[in-house]
């Protein structure tokens, strides 16, 4: 890791838990889906819900689809280095999800950083493992990143089927449709019992568009819980605004060569609409 990258990274690590993680989402211009409509579609990493918009590389997509009537291939629409990921026009009103999965990036963090950022992500095996094995050394590990995005729409199996991520989570009922949200946490296709799941909300304007992610200040943790036996849980999302959910997993990575350990990031990002709020344009 060069000197910069390491100063980086020590600086998301040590400003606090509800800052400690590195974020990654799918911002879509609108959530919801209008036939026709047209919709533009970028990404963003950062601290909780504020954050830079990252490029399109191929070179680090494992795949990018929109799952509506049928699946879509968007790695097609998308071009090298465009901070708009993808622009596109729903051909219904039944809504879409998003989906992108990543390859991995290696990174290594001091000792120090590397257990904080452990303890605050809930990543309670691996920072066990460090401690029997009195582990002094940075962390070494490599990390992908599976995100998705659902765009409202009348054919709730659109929102609740699982795509198959690596990591995913995957809506029991139409995300945004109630101030609560059941949802699974699948590892491996399995339900993943006790995985730390935190969300943020943001605020949208009047008209549904989202505020800059480089600007807005949405570092604060809104809610936190950990999934059952089921590798289920229940979200509380009662607010109205752009909302993020984020969970992690990680496990011995299986080439020792390039790192200890491979982490596995997965968010799910929707507008919610509350009782309350109406909105011309719909």
Not at 152 to 167: E, H, I, N, Q
Request: hydrophobic share 45%; with cysteine; proline share 8%.
């Amino acid at each position: 890791m060069n000197s910069r990258a390491y100063i980086l990274a020590l600086l998301l690590l040590s400003t606090g838990p509800s800052a400690s993680a590195h974020e990654f989402w799918l911002a879509p211009s609108r959530y919801i889906a209008a036939p026709g409509a047209p919709i533009t579609v970028r990404a963003f990493a950062g601290t909780g819900f504020r954050g830079e918009s990252k490029p399109w590389d191929p070179t680090h997509s494992v795949r990018f689809i929109a799952r509506a009537a049928h699946s879509i291939d968007m790695t097609r629409a998308a071009s090298p280095g465009d901070l708009t990921w993808i622009r596109f026009a729903p051909s219904d009103a039944g809504g879409a999800m998003l989906a992108f999965e990543s390859g991995f990036t290696p990174i290594e963090l001091p000792a120090a950083p590397f257990e904080k950022y452990l303890a605050d992500q809930g990543l309670d095996q691996p920072l066990m493992a460090r401690h029997r094995a009195q582990a002094t050394g940075p962390g070494r590990e490599r990390y992908r990143r599976c995100a998705k995005a659902w765009l409202a729409g009348t054919v709730m199996d659109r929102a609740t089927t699982v795509v198959g991520l690596p990591l995913e989570i995957v809506p029991l009922s139409p995300p945004g449709a109630d101030p609560t949200l059941k949802a699974r946490v699948l590892w491996d296709g399995r339900p993943l019992a006790g995985a730390l799941v935190k969300a943020w909300r943001a605020s949208l304007t009047s008209d549904g568009a989202a505020i800059e992610p480089a600007t807005r200040d949405s570092i604060a943790i809104a809610w936190h819980g950990r999934t059952d036996a089921r590798g289920e849980i229940t979200v509380h999302v009662a607010s109205s605004g752009e909302w993020l959910l984020s969970v992690v997993q990680m496990v011995p990575c299986p080439d020792r060569s390039e790192a200890d350990w491979e982490s596995t990031w997965a968010s799910l990002t929707f507008e919610r609409i509350a009782a309350a709020t109406t909105r011309a344009s719909r």
